[in-house]
Protein backbone atom coordinates (compact mmCIF):
# COMPACT_ATOMS: atom_id res chain seq x y z
CA UNK A 1 0.00 0.00 0.00
CA UNK A 2 1.51 3.37 -0.89
CA UNK A 3 2.12 5.78 1.50
CA UNK A 4 -0.23 8.52 -0.57
CA UNK A 5 -2.63 6.15 0.12
CA UNK A 6 -2.24 5.93 4.04
CA UNK A 7 -2.15 9.05 4.22
CA UNK A 8 -6.04 9.18 2.73
CA UNK A 9 -7.40 7.01 4.86
CA UNK A 10 -5.53 7.21 8.18
CA UNK A 11 -4.12 10.21 8.66
CA UNK A 12 -7.21 12.76 7.77
CA UNK A 13 -9.36 13.34 10.92
CA UNK A 14 -13.01 13.46 10.27
CA UNK A 15 -14.33 16.94 10.14
CA UNK A 16 -18.00 17.96 12.23
CA UNK A 17 -21.06 17.85 9.87
CA UNK A 18 -22.37 21.13 9.37
CA UNK A 19 -25.61 19.86 9.75
CA UNK A 20 -27.64 23.41 10.76
CA UNK A 21 -26.48 25.41 8.12
CA UNK A 22 -25.90 22.51 5.38
CA UNK A 23 -29.97 21.98 6.12
CA UNK A 24 -30.63 25.56 6.24
CA UNK A 25 -29.15 25.97 2.25
CA UNK A 26 -30.86 22.64 1.08
CA UNK A 27 -34.13 23.83 2.51
CA UNK A 28 -34.14 27.16 0.92
CA UNK A 29 -32.93 25.08 -2.69
CA UNK A 30 -36.11 22.77 -1.82
CA UNK A 31 -38.68 25.12 -0.82
CA UNK A 32 -38.05 27.36 -3.90
CA UNK A 33 -39.21 24.42 -5.83
CA UNK A 34 -41.90 22.96 -3.76
CA UNK A 35 -43.11 26.76 -4.23
CA UNK A 36 -42.99 26.92 -7.61
CA UNK A 37 -43.59 23.29 -8.67
CA UNK A 38 -47.76 24.03 -9.31
CA UNK A 39 -46.69 25.88 -12.08
CA UNK A 40 -48.20 25.72 -14.89
CA UNK A 41 -48.78 22.39 -16.07
CA UNK A 42 -47.50 18.94 -16.88
CA UNK A 43 -44.26 19.11 -19.12
CA UNK A 44 -44.52 16.63 -22.05
CA UNK A 45 -41.69 14.30 -21.06
CA UNK A 46 -43.67 13.98 -17.36
CA UNK A 47 -46.61 13.53 -19.30
CA UNK A 48 -44.98 10.71 -21.19
CA UNK A 49 -43.60 9.67 -18.17
CA UNK A 50 -46.91 8.98 -16.42
CA UNK A 51 -48.66 8.24 -18.97
CA UNK A 52 -45.93 5.13 -19.27
CA UNK A 53 -46.77 4.47 -15.82
CA UNK A 54 -50.01 4.45 -15.03
CA UNK A 55 -51.22 3.38 -18.28
CA UNK A 56 -48.33 0.90 -19.58
CA UNK A 57 -46.68 -0.53 -16.80
CA UNK A 58 -44.13 -2.61 -17.81
CA UNK A 59 -40.61 -3.72 -16.88
CA UNK A 60 -38.64 -1.63 -19.35
CA UNK A 61 -39.31 0.32 -22.51
CA UNK A 62 -37.92 1.44 -25.67
CA UNK A 63 -35.76 4.54 -23.88
CA UNK A 64 -35.53 3.58 -20.39
CA UNK A 65 -35.70 1.07 -17.11
CA UNK A 66 -39.12 1.27 -15.24
CA UNK A 67 -38.51 3.70 -12.25
CA UNK A 68 -39.44 7.08 -13.31
CA UNK A 69 -42.77 5.70 -15.11
CA UNK A 70 -43.70 3.36 -12.64
CA UNK A 71 -42.81 6.71 -9.91
CA UNK A 72 -45.09 9.00 -11.88
CA UNK A 73 -48.16 6.42 -11.89
CA UNK A 74 -47.62 6.18 -8.46
CA UNK A 75 -47.56 9.64 -7.42
CA UNK A 76 -50.54 10.80 -9.82
CA UNK A 77 -52.39 7.69 -8.47
CA UNK A 78 -52.30 8.57 -4.88
CA UNK A 79 -52.64 12.64 -6.13
CA UNK A 80 -54.77 12.48 -9.07
CA UNK A 81 -53.92 15.76 -10.86
CA UNK A 82 -51.66 17.33 -8.30
CA UNK A 83 -48.22 19.03 -10.29
CA UNK A 84 -46.86 19.49 -6.56
CA UNK A 85 -47.13 16.10 -5.50
CA UNK A 86 -46.24 14.77 -8.53
CA UNK A 87 -42.61 16.40 -8.55
CA UNK A 88 -42.54 16.06 -4.54
CA UNK A 89 -39.75 13.06 -5.15
CA UNK A 90 -37.74 15.63 -7.59
CA UNK A 91 -37.80 18.18 -4.75
CA UNK A 92 -36.90 16.19 -2.09
CA UNK A 93 -34.07 14.55 -4.55
CA UNK A 94 -32.64 17.94 -5.28
CA UNK A 95 -32.68 18.60 -1.64
CA UNK A 96 -31.32 15.86 -0.81
CA UNK A 97 -28.27 16.37 -2.95
CA UNK A 98 -27.41 19.41 -1.31
CA UNK A 99 -27.17 17.73 1.75
CA UNK A 100 -24.48 14.78 0.00
CA UNK A 101 -22.78 16.97 -1.94
CA UNK A 102 -21.70 19.00 1.52
CA UNK A 103 -21.02 15.66 3.11
CA UNK A 104 -18.66 14.83 0.13
CA UNK A 105 -17.08 18.45 1.28
CA UNK A 106 -16.50 17.00 4.63
CA UNK A 107 -15.17 13.68 3.51
CA UNK A 108 -12.60 15.94 1.63
CA UNK A 109 -11.28 17.20 4.93
CA UNK A 110 -14.13 20.62 4.46
CA UNK A 111 -14.99 22.32 7.68
CA UNK A 112 -18.02 24.29 8.35
CA UNK A 113 -17.13 26.81 5.28
CA UNK A 114 -16.41 24.53 2.99
CA UNK A 115 -19.52 22.02 3.45
CA UNK A 116 -22.00 25.45 3.44
CA UNK A 117 -19.76 26.53 0.41
CA UNK A 118 -20.35 23.66 -1.52
CA UNK A 119 -24.26 22.95 -0.53
CA UNK A 120 -24.31 26.68 -1.74
CA UNK A 121 -23.01 25.37 -5.46
CA UNK A 122 -25.06 22.87 -5.39
CA UNK A 123 -28.51 24.46 -4.34
CA UNK A 124 -27.65 27.36 -7.16
CA UNK A 125 -26.81 24.68 -9.97
CA UNK A 126 -29.29 24.15 -12.79
CA UNK A 127 -29.83 20.64 -11.58
CA UNK A 128 -32.39 23.11 -9.59
CA UNK A 129 -34.04 24.16 -12.19
CA UNK A 130 -34.38 20.98 -14.21
CA UNK A 131 -36.16 19.16 -10.88
CA UNK A 132 -38.83 21.62 -11.87
CA UNK A 133 -39.82 18.18 -13.57
CA UNK A 134 -40.17 14.44 -12.53
CA UNK A 135 -37.82 13.04 -14.98
CA UNK A 136 -34.85 10.47 -15.23
CA UNK A 137 -32.30 13.35 -16.17
CA UNK A 138 -33.47 15.04 -12.31
CA UNK A 139 -33.01 11.25 -10.36
CA UNK A 140 -29.84 10.14 -11.67
CA UNK A 141 -27.84 12.76 -10.71
CA UNK A 142 -28.99 12.53 -7.40
CA UNK A 143 -28.30 8.74 -7.43
CA UNK A 144 -24.49 8.94 -8.73
CA UNK A 145 -24.16 11.69 -6.22
CA UNK A 146 -24.75 9.10 -3.37
CA UNK A 147 -22.56 6.57 -5.06
CA UNK A 148 -19.04 9.24 -5.00
CA UNK A 149 -19.89 9.98 -1.92
CA UNK A 150 -20.03 6.54 -0.83
CA UNK A 151 -17.17 5.68 -2.69
CA UNK A 152 -14.87 9.16 -1.64
CA UNK A 153 -16.09 7.59 1.95
CA UNK A 154 -14.66 4.82 1.43
CA UNK A 155 -11.17 5.46 0.41
CA UNK A 156 -10.90 7.80 3.55
CA UNK A 157 -12.71 5.12 5.78
CA UNK A 158 -12.19 1.88 4.38
CA UNK A 159 -14.88 0.48 5.64
CA UNK A 160 -16.18 -1.90 2.84
CA UNK A 161 -19.68 -2.12 3.58
CA UNK A 162 -19.95 1.39 1.80
CA UNK A 163 -19.36 -0.62 -1.06
CA UNK A 164 -22.37 -3.05 -1.20
CA UNK A 165 -24.13 0.41 -0.46
CA UNK A 166 -22.32 1.48 -3.40
CA UNK A 167 -24.46 -1.52 -5.45
CA UNK A 168 -27.30 -1.20 -4.17
CA UNK A 169 -27.83 3.09 -4.78
CA UNK A 170 -26.20 2.08 -8.32
CA UNK A 171 -29.21 -0.92 -8.61
CA UNK A 172 -31.94 1.92 -7.89
CA UNK A 173 -29.87 4.04 -10.87
CA UNK A 174 -29.94 0.92 -13.27
CA UNK A 175 -33.83 1.35 -12.79
CA UNK A 176 -33.74 4.93 -13.93
CA UNK A 177 -30.55 5.21 -16.35
CA UNK A 178 -27.95 3.09 -17.74
CA UNK A 179 -25.56 5.61 -17.59
CA UNK A 180 -24.29 4.84 -14.02
CA UNK A 181 -21.75 2.05 -15.52
CA UNK A 182 -19.68 4.34 -17.57
CA UNK A 183 -18.89 6.21 -13.50
CA UNK A 184 -17.43 2.29 -12.55
CA UNK A 185 -15.57 1.59 -15.63
CA UNK A 186 -13.91 4.76 -15.92
CA UNK A 187 -13.78 4.72 -11.92
CA UNK A 188 -12.39 1.34 -11.57
CA UNK A 189 -9.84 1.51 -14.79
CA UNK A 190 -8.54 5.09 -13.53
CA UNK A 191 -7.88 3.35 -9.94
CA UNK A 192 -5.85 0.33 -11.41
CA UNK A 193 -3.58 2.49 -13.13
CA UNK A 194 -3.31 5.82 -9.83
CA UNK A 195 -4.73 3.51 -7.15
CA UNK A 196 -6.30 2.63 -4.92
CA UNK A 197 -6.00 -0.57 -6.86
CA UNK A 198 -7.25 -2.59 -3.53
CA UNK A 199 -10.91 -1.12 -4.48
CA UNK A 200 -11.11 -3.74 -7.49
CA UNK A 201 -9.75 -6.80 -5.21
CA UNK A 202 -12.54 -5.87 -2.40
CA UNK A 203 -15.07 -8.78 -2.21
CA UNK A 204 -17.68 -6.51 -1.20
CA UNK A 205 -17.49 -4.05 -4.51
CA UNK A 206 -18.43 -7.29 -6.36
CA UNK A 207 -21.17 -8.33 -4.01
CA UNK A 208 -22.53 -4.98 -4.18
CA UNK A 209 -22.32 -5.29 -8.30
CA UNK A 210 -24.18 -8.69 -7.94
CA UNK A 211 -26.94 -7.12 -6.29
CA UNK A 212 -27.15 -4.42 -9.07
CA UNK A 213 -27.17 -6.82 -11.75
CA UNK A 214 -29.64 -8.92 -10.28
CA UNK A 215 -32.04 -6.50 -9.82
CA UNK A 216 -31.30 -5.58 -13.25
CA UNK A 217 -32.17 -8.62 -14.75
CA UNK A 218 -35.44 -8.01 -15.21
CA UNK A 219 -35.46 -5.15 -17.33
CA UNK A 220 -32.52 -6.60 -19.27
CA UNK A 221 -35.00 -9.68 -20.09
CA UNK A 222 -37.56 -7.38 -21.68
CA UNK A 223 -35.27 -5.41 -23.34
CA UNK A 224 -33.83 -8.48 -24.63
CA UNK A 225 -37.39 -10.02 -25.59
CA UNK A 226 -37.88 -6.45 -27.22
CA UNK A 227 -34.60 -6.35 -29.57
CA UNK A 228 -32.39 -4.50 -27.08
CA UNK A 229 -35.10 -0.81 -28.55
CA UNK A 230 -32.37 0.98 -25.84
CA UNK A 231 -29.25 0.42 -28.27
CA UNK A 232 -31.39 2.44 -30.57
CA UNK A 233 -31.93 5.09 -28.43
CA UNK A 234 -28.23 5.90 -28.37
CA UNK A 235 -28.60 6.53 -32.22
CA UNK A 236 -31.78 8.89 -31.39
CA UNK A 237 -29.44 10.86 -28.94
CA UNK A 238 -26.77 11.14 -30.99
CA UNK A 239 -28.50 12.44 -33.65
CA UNK A 240 -29.78 15.38 -31.65
CA UNK A 241 -26.41 16.32 -30.82
CA UNK A 242 -25.77 20.21 -30.91
CA UNK A 243 -22.20 19.73 -31.75
CA UNK A 244 -18.87 20.40 -29.28
CA UNK A 245 -19.39 23.85 -28.48
CA UNK A 246 -22.90 23.69 -27.30
CA UNK A 247 -22.76 20.61 -25.78
CA UNK A 248 -19.46 22.16 -23.83
CA UNK A 249 -21.25 25.34 -23.12
CA UNK A 250 -24.76 23.90 -21.87
CA UNK A 251 -23.43 21.07 -19.77
CA UNK A 252 -20.64 23.71 -18.22
CA UNK A 253 -23.32 26.56 -17.68
CA UNK A 254 -25.72 24.10 -16.40
CA UNK A 255 -23.27 24.02 -13.41
CA UNK A 256 -23.84 27.40 -12.26
CA UNK A 257 -24.07 30.30 -14.41
CA UNK A 258 -22.42 32.41 -11.46
CA UNK A 259 -20.22 30.19 -9.11
CA UNK A 260 -20.97 27.17 -10.17
CA UNK A 261 -19.43 26.65 -13.27
CA UNK A 262 -15.89 28.35 -12.14
CA UNK A 263 -16.05 25.65 -9.00
CA UNK A 264 -16.71 22.83 -11.42
CA UNK A 265 -13.79 23.60 -13.69
CA UNK A 266 -11.56 24.60 -10.62
CA UNK A 267 -12.64 21.38 -8.14
CA UNK A 268 -11.79 18.79 -11.49
CA UNK A 269 -8.30 20.74 -12.02
CA UNK A 270 -7.86 19.96 -8.31
CA UNK A 271 -8.87 16.66 -8.41
CA UNK A 272 -6.41 15.68 -10.54
CA UNK A 273 -3.39 17.83 -9.43
CA UNK A 274 -3.62 18.71 -5.86
CA UNK A 275 -1.13 16.68 -3.46
CA UNK A 276 -3.68 17.39 -0.68
CA UNK A 277 -6.26 15.17 -2.87
CA UNK A 278 -3.86 12.46 -4.32
CA UNK A 279 -6.09 9.82 -2.74
CA UNK A 280 -9.13 10.96 -5.16
CA UNK A 281 -7.32 11.46 -8.33
CA UNK A 282 -8.90 8.45 -9.64
CA UNK A 283 -12.18 10.11 -9.59
CA UNK A 284 -11.29 13.22 -10.66
CA UNK A 285 -9.59 11.66 -13.54
CA UNK A 286 -12.62 9.43 -14.35
CA UNK A 287 -14.88 12.45 -14.25
CA UNK A 288 -12.59 14.00 -17.18
CA UNK A 289 -13.02 10.90 -18.88
CA UNK A 290 -16.62 10.75 -18.21
CA UNK A 291 -16.52 14.27 -20.32
CA UNK A 292 -15.02 13.36 -22.57
CA UNK A 293 -16.69 10.22 -23.23
CA UNK A 294 -20.07 11.59 -23.28
CA UNK A 295 -18.74 14.72 -26.02
CA UNK A 296 -17.16 12.26 -28.17
CA UNK A 297 -20.52 9.49 -28.14
CA UNK A 298 -22.91 12.83 -28.53
CA UNK A 299 -24.36 12.30 -25.33
CA UNK A 300 -26.78 15.37 -24.11
CA UNK A 301 -25.39 18.17 -21.99
CA UNK A 302 -27.45 17.54 -18.83
CA UNK A 303 -25.47 14.43 -18.37
CA UNK A 304 -23.00 16.25 -16.91
CA UNK A 305 -25.60 17.08 -13.95
CA UNK A 306 -23.90 13.74 -12.66
CA UNK A 307 -20.93 14.68 -11.89
CA UNK A 308 -21.29 17.97 -10.39
CA UNK A 309 -21.03 17.31 -6.66
CA UNK A 310 -17.32 15.67 -5.89
CA UNK A 311 -15.80 18.84 -7.96
CA UNK A 312 -18.06 21.49 -6.67
CA UNK A 313 -16.83 19.52 -3.09
CA UNK A 314 -12.72 19.84 -4.21
CA UNK A 315 -13.19 23.53 -5.04
CA UNK A 316 -15.17 24.53 -1.93
CA UNK A 317 -12.44 22.96 0.45
CA UNK A 318 -9.74 24.29 -1.96
CA UNK A 319 -11.02 28.10 -1.64
CA UNK A 320 -11.60 28.07 1.95
CA UNK A 321 -8.08 26.98 2.45
CA UNK A 322 -5.73 28.47 0.37
CA UNK A 323 -7.86 31.83 -0.39
CA UNK A 324 -7.83 34.68 2.02
CA UNK A 325 -10.77 36.13 3.15
CA UNK A 326 -12.87 33.85 0.85
CA UNK A 327 -16.06 35.13 2.18
CA UNK A 328 -15.50 38.61 0.63
CA UNK A 329 -15.54 36.79 -2.73
CA UNK A 330 -18.03 33.31 -2.23
CA UNK A 331 -20.76 34.51 -0.84
CA UNK A 332 -21.77 37.72 -3.43
CA UNK A 333 -20.82 35.11 -5.78
CA UNK A 334 -23.48 32.66 -4.32
CA UNK A 335 -26.03 35.05 -4.04
CA UNK A 336 -25.55 35.83 -7.59
CA UNK A 337 -26.02 32.73 -8.87
CA UNK A 338 -28.90 32.22 -6.02
CA UNK A 339 -31.03 34.96 -7.61
CA UNK A 340 -30.27 33.58 -11.33
CA UNK A 341 -31.47 30.57 -10.54
CA UNK A 342 -34.49 31.42 -9.10
CA UNK A 343 -35.05 33.57 -12.12
CA UNK A 344 -34.81 30.49 -14.03
CA UNK A 345 -37.95 28.98 -11.97
CA UNK A 346 -41.74 29.31 -13.16
CA UNK A 347 -42.04 32.70 -10.98
CA UNK A 348 -43.86 34.66 -13.69
CA UNK A 349 -47.10 35.39 -15.33
CA UNK A 350 -47.96 32.48 -17.41
CA UNK A 351 -48.82 35.14 -20.47
CA UNK A 352 -45.24 36.48 -20.25
CA UNK A 353 -43.43 35.94 -23.67
CA UNK A 354 -39.49 36.76 -22.53
CA UNK A 355 -37.84 34.08 -21.99
CA UNK A 356 -34.53 35.02 -21.10
CA UNK A 357 -32.00 38.39 -20.14
CA UNK A 358 -28.66 37.79 -22.01
CA UNK A 359 -27.29 34.38 -21.34
CA UNK A 360 -29.91 33.90 -18.01
CA UNK A 361 -32.90 32.14 -18.89
CA UNK A 362 -36.20 33.04 -17.42
CA UNK A 363 -38.44 30.46 -15.95
CA UNK A 364 -41.47 31.73 -18.11
CA UNK A 365 -40.21 29.45 -20.53
CA UNK A 366 -42.00 26.51 -18.60
CA UNK A 367 -45.14 27.98 -19.54
CA UNK A 368 -44.21 27.47 -23.20
CA UNK A 369 -43.18 23.86 -22.85
CA UNK A 370 -46.63 23.32 -20.69
CA UNK A 371 -49.47 25.08 -21.62
CA UNK A 372 -49.84 24.76 -25.17
CA UNK A 373 -50.33 20.79 -24.69
CA UNK A 374 -54.03 21.54 -23.29
CA UNK A 375 -54.66 23.76 -26.30
CA UNK A 376 -53.39 20.72 -28.88
CA UNK A 377 -55.47 18.53 -27.03
CA UNK A 378 -58.59 20.78 -27.18
CA UNK A 379 -58.19 20.52 -30.28
CA UNK A 380 -58.30 17.10 -31.00
CA UNK A 381 -60.87 16.12 -28.72
CA UNK A 382 -63.74 19.02 -29.75
CA UNK A 383 -62.90 16.96 -33.25
CA UNK A 384 -63.04 13.90 -32.17
CA UNK A 385 -66.21 14.74 -29.43
CA UNK A 386 -68.14 16.28 -32.83
CA UNK A 387 -68.13 12.95 -34.98
CA UNK A 388 -71.49 10.98 -34.85
CA UNK A 389 -71.18 8.45 -32.49
CA UNK A 390 -70.99 5.25 -35.16
CA UNK A 391 -67.99 7.28 -36.34
CA UNK A 392 -65.93 7.73 -33.40
CA UNK A 393 -66.57 4.23 -32.33
CA UNK A 394 -64.68 2.89 -35.03
CA UNK A 395 -62.05 6.04 -35.18
CA UNK A 396 -58.44 5.51 -33.57
CA UNK A 397 -56.75 8.33 -32.57
CA UNK A 398 -53.04 8.67 -33.80
CA UNK A 399 -50.47 11.13 -33.05
CA UNK A 400 -47.13 11.36 -34.72
CA UNK A 401 -44.55 11.87 -31.65
CA UNK A 402 -44.85 10.88 -28.06
CA UNK A 403 -45.49 14.02 -26.89
CA UNK A 404 -48.51 14.77 -28.87
CA UNK A 405 -49.54 11.11 -27.92
CA UNK A 406 -48.90 11.37 -24.21
CA UNK A 407 -50.51 14.74 -24.02
CA UNK A 408 -53.60 13.48 -25.74
CA UNK A 409 -53.76 10.04 -23.64
CA UNK A 410 -53.71 12.13 -20.58
CA UNK A 411 -56.04 15.15 -21.60
CA UNK A 412 -58.28 13.23 -23.28
CA UNK A 413 -60.89 11.47 -21.40
CA UNK A 414 -62.74 14.91 -20.93
CA UNK A 415 -63.71 14.40 -24.42
CA UNK A 416 -64.23 11.19 -24.58
CA UNK A 417 -60.45 9.58 -26.02
CA UNK A 418 -59.95 6.58 -23.81
CA UNK A 419 -56.83 5.47 -25.99
CA UNK A 420 -54.12 7.12 -28.11
CA UNK A 421 -51.38 4.96 -30.68
CA UNK A 422 -48.90 6.34 -31.87
CA UNK A 423 -45.60 4.53 -33.46
CA UNK A 424 -43.06 7.11 -31.89
CA UNK A 425 -40.22 5.36 -30.07
CA UNK A 426 -42.14 4.11 -26.46
CA UNK A 427 -45.48 4.12 -27.85
CA UNK A 428 -45.10 1.86 -30.72
CA UNK A 429 -44.38 -0.56 -27.79
CA UNK A 430 -47.77 0.13 -25.89
CA UNK A 431 -50.59 -1.14 -28.38
CA UNK A 432 -51.69 -1.06 -31.77
CA UNK A 433 -54.74 0.36 -33.13
CA UNK A 434 -57.96 -2.32 -32.93
CA UNK A 435 -58.96 -4.02 -36.09
CA UNK A 436 -62.31 -2.50 -36.06
CA UNK A 437 -61.06 0.98 -36.39
CA UNK A 438 -60.93 1.57 -39.72
CA UNK A 439 -60.72 5.29 -39.67
CA UNK A 440 -57.83 7.16 -37.91
CA UNK A 441 -58.15 10.68 -36.34
CA UNK A 442 -54.54 12.15 -37.52
CA UNK A 443 -52.35 14.34 -35.16
CA UNK A 444 -49.16 15.70 -36.38
CA UNK A 445 -47.56 17.66 -39.01
CA UNK A 446 -46.74 15.22 -41.80
CA UNK A 447 -49.86 13.96 -43.15
CA UNK A 448 -48.10 11.66 -45.81
CA UNK A 449 -47.13 9.04 -43.06
CA UNK A 450 -50.48 7.19 -43.02
CA UNK A 451 -51.63 8.24 -46.49
CA UNK A 452 -49.86 4.88 -47.71
CA UNK A 453 -52.32 2.50 -45.76
CA UNK A 454 -55.64 4.57 -46.58
CA UNK A 455 -57.87 5.50 -49.55
CA UNK A 456 -58.83 9.23 -48.43
CA UNK A 457 -57.50 11.69 -46.40
CA UNK A 458 -59.28 14.77 -45.23
CA UNK A 459 -57.52 17.95 -43.24
CA UNK A 460 -59.59 18.74 -40.68
CA UNK A 461 -57.19 21.34 -38.91
CA UNK A 462 -54.61 22.59 -41.21
CA UNK A 463 -51.14 21.63 -40.67
CA UNK A 464 -52.25 19.58 -37.38
CA UNK A 465 -54.98 17.54 -37.81
CA UNK A 466 -56.06 15.07 -40.66
CA UNK A 467 -59.20 12.49 -40.80
CA UNK A 468 -58.27 9.32 -42.66
CA UNK A 469 -61.00 6.94 -44.47
CA UNK A 470 -60.97 3.34 -46.21
CA UNK A 471 -58.12 1.43 -44.32
CA UNK A 472 -56.05 -0.32 -46.73
CA UNK A 473 -54.79 -3.82 -45.34
CA UNK A 474 -54.80 -4.80 -41.28
CA UNK A 475 -53.16 -3.29 -38.25
CA UNK A 476 -51.13 -6.25 -37.84
CA UNK A 477 -49.68 -5.67 -41.25
CA UNK A 478 -49.47 -1.75 -40.83
CA UNK A 479 -48.28 -1.35 -37.34
CA UNK A 480 -44.80 -2.74 -38.11
CA UNK A 481 -44.12 -0.46 -41.08
CA UNK A 482 -45.19 2.62 -38.83
CA UNK A 483 -42.32 2.40 -35.87
CA UNK A 484 -40.18 5.48 -35.69
CA UNK A 485 -37.64 6.63 -33.91
Not at 170 to 196: H, M, R, Y
Not at 461 to 476: A, K
Request: proline fraction near 6%; glycine fraction near 10%.
Amino acid sequence: MSTATQTVHTGQQETAFARLPVFVVAALAGAALLATSGRYAHGFDELYFLMAGREHLAWGYFDQPPLIPALAGAMDSLFPGSLVMLRLPMTLAAAAGVVVTALIARELGGGRGAQVLAAGFSATSGVIIVSHWIGTYVFDPFLWTVIIWLVVRWVRTRRDGLLVWAGVVTAVSLQTKFLIPAFWAFALISALVLGPRELVRRPKLWLGAGIATVVTVPTLVWQAKNGWPYLIMNDVVSAEFPGTWPFLRDGFLTAGVGAGALAFVYGIVRLICSRELRGYRFLGVAIAAIIVAFLLLHGRSYYLMSVFALPYAAAATGFVKHVPRWRWMAWPALVLSAVITVAGLPIYPAGMTRTSIGPVNLGSAFAGGELPQQDLVKAIGETYAAMPPEQRARTAVYAEIYPFAAATEFYGPRYGITNVYSGHRGYWYFDRPPESADSVLFAGFDPDLLRPYFAEVTPVVEGLLWRYDGRRGSWDEIWPSLERR
